[in-house]
């Protein structure tokens, strides 16, 4: 018997044709988001930020630096998701809820902090591999949490990330890393592609 976690996994398509519902209201965006962030991330530097493209003239935008894909209009929602650079410098700031809550020590949040700098100050590919991995991460979990909300999803890179960063105003510390489209699926999709033998991919040492 199959847990919720494998079938959301193994059931789970890219959608690339979406048909009319329900409007995803605020409070539903939130609720996807809130649990895309609890991917993990390095140190817990929570160095991500989603932007929700949901109204008709912002996905026009979107869609106009995403190659024309037309998903983008017909999904109920569009996540731009970002990584963030120097992520190090607001750790901190990230750590102490969970110092205040009795989750981390203190002096643990101050050694993991010197750490961070240590690592990251300076190192400007550092800085950018954390930021698309800690991204992915919450894009992949975005998209498991669209599944166990019996929506569909598909994770898109065909966009023109210089064009995305000026129609959207992004800070010059932010990466936009993966586009994640969420709506309701077509009846008609694909099924999950095949893929390679675990013995191809695997090492057990």
């Not at 109920?76 to 750590?95: E, K, P, S």
């Not at 700098?117 to 800690?134: K, N, P, Y």
């Amino acid at each position: 018997m199959t847990n919720p976690v494998q079938q959301a996994i193994e059931n789970r398509v890219s959608v690339h044709r979406y048909v009319d519902g329900p409007p995803l209201g605020d409070a539903r965006i939130q609720a996807l988001i809130e649990q895309a962030t609890r991917a993990p991330s390095a140190y817990n530097m929570q160095n991500w930020r989603f932007i929700a493209v949901r109204s008709d003239d912002a996905k026009a935008r979107l869609k106009a630096v995403a190659y024309g894909q037309q998903k983008v209009m017909d999904a109920a929602v569009a996540f731009i998701v970002c990584g963030t650079l120097a992520a190090h410098r607001q750790l901190a700031a990230a750590l102490q809820p969970s110092v205040d809550a009795g989750a981390l020590p203190q002096r643990t949040a101050d050694a993991w902090v010197a750490q961070a700098i240590q690592a990251h100050e300076g190192d400007a590919q550092l800085q950018r591999d954390e930021a698309v991995r800690s991204a992915s991460l919450a894009a992949m979990t975005l998209m498991l949490a669209a599944q166990g909300e019996q929506l569909g999803s598909c994770a898109m890179v065909g966009f023109d990330a210089l064009a995305l960063h000026q129609a959207f105003g992004l800070a010059q510390h932010e990466v936009p890393v993966v586009l994640v489209t969420v709506g309701y699926p077509a009846k008609e999709q694909r099924p999950q592609k095949p893929r390679k033998a675990v013995h191809e991919v695997l090492e057990i040492m």
